[in-house]
């Protein structure tokens, strides 16, 4: 499995967790999240990006379109925007 970086692309309005843009966390290649510095993720955001998270460490050809996303919103409105690269 890909490991993979998540980062904070852009807070839109605010973030309940207190992320702002620039922090990161990490999914290795064993399914686990890395968060560093002691922060937090929001469970609702977190639930969002889990089909995508896995599709990508899976590198599934047939769901391509999810391997291509790479900025994804959390649920909330006037939440976070994360951007998905390779770690």
């Not at 207190?18 to 002691?38: C, E, H, M, R, S």
């Not at 047939?62 to 006037?78: A, F, I, Q, S, T």
Request: hydrophobic share 40%; proline share 5%.
């Amino acid at each position: 499995m890909k490991e993979l970086k998540v980062v904070v692309d852009e807070v839109v309005d605010h973030c309940g967790a207190k992320l702002k843009a620039g922090d990161t966390f990490y999914v290795t290649g064993k399914g686990k999240i890395q968060i560093p510095d002691n922060k937090e993720i929001c469970m609702f955001a977190l639930q969002s990006l889990i089909p995508f998270l896995i599709n990508q460490q899976l590198e599934v050809d047939e769901d391509k379109y999810l391997v291509e996303m790479n900025r994804l919103c959390c649920p909330d409105p006037g939440g976070v925007v994360f951007k998905i690269t390779d770690k």
